[in-house]
């Protein structure tokens, strides 16, 4: 936490607007329209909702995704981004990833697109990840998904604060998404944001997350609607974190440096980074790829020694075409994705992670590393 943030839930409290309306739902609502407009080339309008996931299935409902349909979702992700497309009773068709930023790739995409539409089946949407805060190949993905014409969902959920080409994530699809999940960049406990290019879309995404009620003195419903609209309390938090996200960025990426700085002395260890400088990372998580080599030292290894410490590391999200409630899902690809599961770590990347803590954590490296 910032500081800042009782001030704004206080005011809720004094002010008795705790439900999911009010000035800091519309404040925290206006402070990241700001944010994303200063780079955006686009209009921008946010509704503020219960969680990221909430947002993903209201862009899949306001792009009209049903039963039957078919959406392309980047594999290597968290199940959040796929879960709403079966929420829907639409299919996913899960595309590997690409070896330098691990997001979607633009040759897999434009070869699953080819083949879903000569099968009679044009896909309906594009869900594209940006993966640990690090930005997909934008300019690849816009052109193939607009080439074709299908609506690009971008999912920044990691992102807030990440930039391609000075262009904000979050501000680049036809549609896009923000998470403020207890562990992402800022939080606000929980929640969410869906980012749409006109009010009239926000006005009706709005209307859906707030029980699709008709303009009428009594209930009455010719919609169905969803309960995804935040607290204003909840708001209250995000709109002090709003003060601190570039701080917690500039933190995120210090202790990447500081990463960066460790493995350079140990070649079988590949730092996860911005391939070029049209890519500035908030680096959300560290990650590292421990490839083969003669120590026998391994992603498992490193992670177990780790824990034996009690310090947490996590492998990286294991692909969406390998779980098994998605068995029977469609998946373009080759091993991208897999072998990053396999290879990869999440390393411990806290925003108040302290000299102290890092100490623990090279001690812990090292004494795996060189012994």
Known sequence: MGGNEQSFVNDAFATNWIAPLGPNVTGFENDLQDYLSNTAVKSIEIAALSSGTAALHLAMVLLDVKQGDEVLCQSMTFSASANPIAYQGATPVFIDSEPTTWNLCPVQLERAIKDRMSKGKKPKAIIGVHLYGMPFLADEILEIAQRYEIPLVEDSAEALGSYYKKRACGSLGTLAILSFNGNKIITTSGGGAL?????????KA???ATQARDNAPHYQHSYIGFNYRMSNVLAGIGRGQMQVLDKH??????????????FKDFPFINVF???????????????????????????????LALEAENIESRPLWKPMHLQPVFKDAPYYGTRVAETLFEKGLCLPSGSNLTEDDFERIFKCLKNILLN
């Open 195 to 203: 980012v749409v290019e006109s009010k009239e879309l926000k006005e």
């Open 206 to 208: 709005v209307f859906l």
């Open 249 to 262: 960025v500039n933190l995120r990426r210090e202790n990447h440096k500081k990463y960066i700085k460790f």
């Open 273 to 303: 980074t911005e391939p070029t400088s049209d890519f500035y990372s908030n680096h959300w998580l560290t990650c590292i790829v421990v490839e083969n080599n003669t120590l026998g030292i391994t992603r498992e290894s490193i992670r």
